[in-house]
């Protein structure tokens, strides 16, 4: 009996020596057929040495009960003799010793019919599993493994006319990190590549605002230094026409997408769409309450442009008061701006006063009826804080026909954001007091150098909202710099979304324009 239970446990261990070994070809890429295979064989020993075991035990559970039960006709017979002699003592302990060996009988039997059941079941069982180890022999072969996936190339590998990557998924809630000097993109080596033939579809989300005007006419002086093709869809600041520009990109078979800061939670449904066609979808101009979306976004810290024109009012108030706030907060973009407001008043005299939505539709319009209506609510108001650039526009001539000649603290101060031409023009007229402006077009290149390098280089998009980029002598540039704006910076020549527009004093600061083209005239054997 102990053999057989040595042999069964043999055959056990052998078997799942061979699952072991099945599992871990399982994990070898290309060896997952032939797993499969020998994964059914050691069932297959699994099963036969677990019936083989059963049998063993169901045996032994039956000899056990053989064994019971010859000690009960023993204690019987014992019985009958002490009867027969007349021994009292002798028949009590004989009756006790048989009513303990009948017991004993009994639950051997029960055991021994429990082990037979185990036994037939395990018999069942290894059936089965030879059946199926039998059908997957007599399989047909299947197809070779396809060759493993090659690693992705550096930055300057050229793409020798494949296709690019795909694009990196990510996760829901992904947070762009923080871009750092240790991550700067390197300035191109070795030899130039070709640069390809690329369409790219241009989703304008209003192109009434000069701000858009600037990122959306870059762009395509970008592209038109690649010598790629353009096509154009202007929303008008309407939701349902951002998606219809989309999906209008998408079916025409664009290479890529750029927007000028079109909110993200309009678009949902477009942006998934580009991922699942492969189309890199990138986001410039302002920032947004998600990203995972997008192949790529570069745009400008709007917390951090918040931030220089709240202190810049604190700093220059001259008296304490209510600021009305012409506001966009239900865009990322706006809200991180209005924050900073709220954070740099908290604990002084100053407070937030009335906050009205504007009609992205008719910004300038209902801006200038908010004003005149603060005026006659508030008179004493220490500022208009205007969230949306364009507000400047219907605030300006407000102020400036109620107030001719009068500056601030003697009438509310007028604050918006970047020193577009037309805002420039209500500071010289005295309807704007300051901007906090940076030159933002730079989002614009950095989309089109990396769409660039991910269609010729087959390099995946970086994850960093505003880049560091090394020159030719690996030098760290990083083109996002905040700064305030006044009437005094402004000079009396501006063309609407070509400029000039004020430059930071800031020594960190680099031309864009001439540093992107030195760039690709370095990278493309084509371009330059």
Same mark, same amino acid.
């Given at each position: ?67 019971? @039960? ?13 009867? @027969? ?11 006790? @010793? ?8 009994? !639950? ?13 079941? @395990? ?62 993109? !390197? ?23 000069? !701000? ?206 970047? !020193? ?109």
């Amino acid at each position: 009996m102990l053999h057989r239970k040595r042999t069964a446990w043999r055959l056990l261990s052998l078997g799942l020596a061979l699952s072991l070994l099945a599992a871990a070809c399982a994990s070898d890429d290309g060896a997952a057929d032939t797993a499969d295979a020998a994964l059914s064989e050691a069932t297959a020993a699994g099963g036969e040495a677990s019936s083989a075991l059963a049998d063993a035990s169901a045996a032994s559970a039956a000899a056990e009960a053989a064994l019971r @039960a010859a000690e009960a006709a023993q204690a019987a017979a014992e019985l009958a003799q002490a009867t @027969a002699e007349g021994n009292q003592e002798a028949v009590a302990a004989a009756e006790a @010793a048989l009513a303990e060996a009948q017991d004993a009988a009994s !639950a051997a039997r029960d055991e021994a019919a429990s082990a037979q059941a185990e036994a037939d079941a @395990a018999r069942e069982a290894a059936a089965a599993a030879q059946a199926e180890a039998e059908a997957a022999a007599a399989a047909p072969e299947p197809p070779p493994p396809p060759p493993p996936a090659e690693e992705p190339m550096d930055d300057e590998e050229p793409m020798d006319d494949m296709a690019p990557p795909a694009l990196v998924d990510k996760p829901e809630g992904w947070t762009p990190p923080e871009a750092s000097m240790g991550t700067a993109i !390197a300035w191109p080596s070795g030899p130039a590549v070709e640069l390809p033939q690329l369409t790219i579809g241009y989703l304008q989300v209003l192109g009434a605002s000069e !701000a858009a005007q600037r990122l959306e006419f870059t762009a395509k002086d970008a592209v038109d230094f690649l010598g790629w093709d353009w096509e154009y869809c202007d929303a008008e600041g309407v939701p349902d026409a951002m998606q219809t520009c989309l999906e209008g990109f998408i079916n025409s078979g664009v290479d890529a997408i750029v927007t000028d800061g079109t909110t993200v939670e309009v678009i949902v449904e477009g942006l998934a769409r580009a991922r699942d066609a492969g189309i890199p979808f990138v986001n410039t101009g302002g920032t947004q309450s998600f990203y995972h979306l997008y192949a790529a976004s570069f745009n400008p810290n709007d917390a951090a442009l918040g931030r220089v024109l709240a202190e810049w009012m604190m700093e220059n108030r001259g008296k304490d008061g209510p600021v009305q706030i012409s506001s966009a907060g239900f865009a990322k973009w706006g809200s991180d701006r209005e924050d900073q407001l709220r954070a740099a008043v908290e604990g002084t005299g100053v407070t937030i006063g009335a906050v009205e939505m504007v009609d992205f539709a008719d910004v300038i319009g209902t801006a200038a009826d908010l004003a005149a209506n603060w005026l006659l609510q508030a008179p004493d108001s220490l500022a208009f804080w205007l969230t949306f650039d364009l507000a400047a526009l219907g605030v300006g001539p407000v102020i400036t026909e109620s107030f001719a000649g009068v500056s601030p603290p003697d009438r509310p101060m007028v604050l918006t954001f970047y !020193a577009n031409c037309t805002t420039q023009q209500q500071m010289q007229a005295g309807g704007v007091d300051a901007s906090s402006e940076e030159n933002l077009e730079w989002g614009s290149y950095v989309a089109v150098d990396q769409i660039a390098s991910y269609y010729a280089k087959g390099v995946q998009f970086t994850d960093e909202l505003r880049p560091y980029y090394e020159d030719a002598d690996g030098n760290a540039w990083q083109f996002s710099i905040p700064f305030i704006v006044t009437p005094e910076d402004v000079g009396d020549e501006c063309t609407p979304g070509r400029g000039p527009y004020p430059t930071p004093t800031d020594p960190r600061w680099a031309d864009y324009v001439d540093f992107f083209e030195a760039r690709w005239a370095a990278a493309y054997s084509n371009i330059g």
